[in-house]
């Protein structure tokens, strides 16, 4: 239960905005940001949370290569056929983004005896998330996603905003 109580972490990283999908950043320097849940859990100092950061442009590519795949039948000469199917595996693009953005969280999950526990990502979050992923209720799992979407512009609004900056240039 002490990681429940514990402080935020000292180090506060900007937000990420439009303008961060425009400028490469240093080594490890990743723009990040940190999302409170919307839920307080009885006796935690603060609110669960988890600090994620955007895709890069190849790991975007990458993970359409993991969840899009195309398939296409083409026969010839007066027989024709064209058949083009596409495939999504969105289960698979998400583990890729929790193992890529999740940057660190502290999370509610109960433990044997049914009490609610935290679990703080840390280090490996990335890989932790994944093991979780099969675990995570519906709620939560939705707020991740959203708290992903979000980092990774993929909201309405924030399309549009950067639609507008690419316009202006």
């Not at 609610?116 to 998330?129: L, M, N, S, T, V």
């Not at 799992?141 to 240039?169: F, P």
Request: net charge negative; glycine share 8%.
């Amino acid at each position: 239960m002490e990681e429940a109580t514990a402080e935020r972490e000292q180090v506060r990283r900007e937000p990420v905005d439009e303008l961060d999908s425009w400028v490469i950043t240093a080594w490890g320097k990743e723009a990040s940001r940190r999302f409170e849940a919307p839920v307080q859990i009885e006796g935690w100092k603060c609110r669960p949370w988890v600090e994620v950061r955007p895709l890069t442009h190849r790991e975007s590519l990458e993970r359409e290569s993991i969840g899009i795949r195309d398939e296409y039948t083409v026969e010839g000469y007066f027989g024709d056929r064209w058949r083009v199917t596409r495939r999504y595996d969105l289960a698979a693009m998400r583990e890729y983004e929790y193992e890529h953005c999740v940057i660190d969280y502290l999370l509610p999950e109960k433990d044997e005896e049914g009490r609610i526990i935290a679990q703080r990502g840390g280090a490996e979050a990335g890989k932790e998330i994944r093991r979780l992923l099969e675990r995570l209720p519906k709620g939560l799992g939705e707020w991740l996603d959203e708290c992903i979407d979000k980092v990774n512009l993929r909201t309405a609004g924030q399309s549009a905003a950067l639609e507008e900056v690419k316009k202006s240039c």
